[in-house]
C-alpha cells in the first residue's frame, strides 16, 4: 500500500481509482502553500497537484519517498521538471481530454464578446432598457469574420471545427505548418504571426507557454491588429502582457478581449475589471463535470501504473 498526497480536492472518481492506498487529500478551497505543500509529500509515494500547485525543487527534495507526480492538467510549467529528472520521478499530465469543454468555453465567449452578453445581462439587471430600437446594442456577427488561431493542436483544432459552424474562415499559425489533411479537414489556412495579426478579425490564443511565447501580445502586436478585432486568450495568462492589452484597450487599438486565464493568476489586473469591452472568467477553460471526471481518472491510473512499474500513460518525460 502505497501513501498518495492530492494537493488538491479532485471528483470521487479519481479518489475511487485509488482505494486500496493510504490517501491523503489536501482540504479546503484556498490553494495549498509551499510548506504546505512540503509537509504533505514528506512521507509520500505519489503526488497528484492541480496545475495550481507550484511543485518548486524544495518540495520534491523534501520528499525522499516519492516516484510519481501526476499534474491534474494538460500544462506542467507549475513542475520543476529538471528536479524531478535528477531524482529519477517520472511526472505525468492529463492531455487530450479538455480538448472540447475548452474549445467550447472559446466560442462561448467569442459570442460573448461579439453580441456584448455580459453587458446586455448587466443592463437587464440594472437600470434596463426601453424597448427595441434599429440602433440600440448593435454588435458583430462572426459570420464571414476571419478567424486567427494561435497554437493549431488539439485545441485549436477544436475551436476550428466549432467556428466553421459560424461560416468563419480560419487561419492559424505556429512553430509549423500542418498537414495537408489536417488543413482541409478544418479549411484551415497557415499564416506566419505577423500576417494573422494584421488581418484576422478575431485572434484566439491557444499556444503552449514557454520562454518563446512569454509576452508574445504586447503593445507593438496589438497596434499592429485590426481596430474591430476581438482578442480572446484561453492558453497561460503570462502569454499576453495585460498592462499592454489594457492600454490596447482603452486607446481603442482592438475592440475588445476575452480572458479565462492572467498574466498573475489568480490575481487580475485592475483595470481589465473596470472595461465594458472586455469578458472575464475565472480559468474555467475545462471546468465541466465531464472533463474533470476524465483528469481525475487519467491523472489517478498515472499514479497506480507508475507505482506498479507499468510506467506513466501519460508521461511528461
Known amino acids: 500500500m502505497a501513501t498518495i498526497f492530492i494537493s488538491g480536492e479532485i471528483p470521487k472518481i479519481g479518489n475511487d481509482i485509488l482505494s486500496g492506498h493510504e490517501v491523503h487529500v489536501f482540504p479546503g478551497e484556498k490553494l495549498i502553500t509551499e510548506d504546505e505543500l512540503i509537509e504533505g509529500v514528506r ?51 492529463t492531455p487530450g481530454v479538455s480538448t472540447e469543454a475548452t474549445a467550447e468555453l472559446t466560442l462561448g465567449l467569442m459570442l460573448a464578446l461579439a453580441r456584448r452578453i455580459p453587458e446586455g445581462d448587466t443592463l437587464c439587471r440594472t437600470t434596463g432598457f426601453n424597448g427595441w430600437a434599429p440602433l440600440f446594442f448593435l454588435g458583430r456577427e462572426l459570420t464571414n469574420k476571419k478567424l486567427g488561431i494561435v497554437g493549431f493542436g488539439n485545441i485549436g483544432q477544436s475551436v476550428a471545427k466549432r467556428a466553421k459552424a459560424f461560416d468563419m474562415d480560419i487561419y492559424y499559425t505556429g ?44 503593445k507593438d502586436v496589438f ?18 502582457k495585460e498592462a499592454d492589452l489594457v492600454e490596447a484597450l482603452k486607446e481603442g487599438d482592438i475592440a475588445g478581449a476575452a480572458l479565462d486565464v492572467y498574466e498573475f493568476e489568480p490575481e487580475i489586473t485592475g483595470d481589465l475589471k473596470q472595461l465594458q469591452n472586455v469578458v472575464l472568467t475565472p480559468h474555467i477553460g475545462n471546468a465541466t463535470i465531464e472533463t474533470r471526471d476524465a483528469m481525475a481518472t487519467l491523472a489517478a491510473k498515472n499514479v497506480i501504473n507508475v507505482l506498479d512499474n507499468k510506467g506513466a500513460l501519460t508521461p511528461v518525460w
Open 223 to 240: 497596434a499592429k491588429m485590426k481596430k474591430e478585432a476581438f482578442f480572446l486568450n484561453l492558453a497561460r495568462g503570462p502569454v499576453v
Open 175 to 218: 512553430r509549423s505548418q500542418k498537414d495537408a489533411a489536417i488543413e482541409e479537414k478544418y479549411n484551415a489556412t497557415y499564416v506566419t504571426f505577423e500576417e494573422l495579426v494584421e488581418t484576422c478579425d478575431v485572434i484566439s490564443v491557444h499556444t503552449a507557454y514557454n520562454k518563446d511565447t512569454h509576452h508574445l501580445f504586447t
Open 43 to 93: 512521507h509520500a509515494d505519489a503526488l497528484i497537484c492541480p496545475l495550481s500547485t507550484k511543485v518548486t525543487r524544495k518540495v520534491i527534495e523534501s520528499a525522499p519517498n516519492l516516484k510519481v507526480i501526476a499534474n491534474f492538467g494538460a500544462g506542467f510549467d507549475n513542475i520543476d521538471i529538471q528536479a524531478a529528472k535528477e531524482r529519477n520521478i517520472p511526472v505525468s499530465n
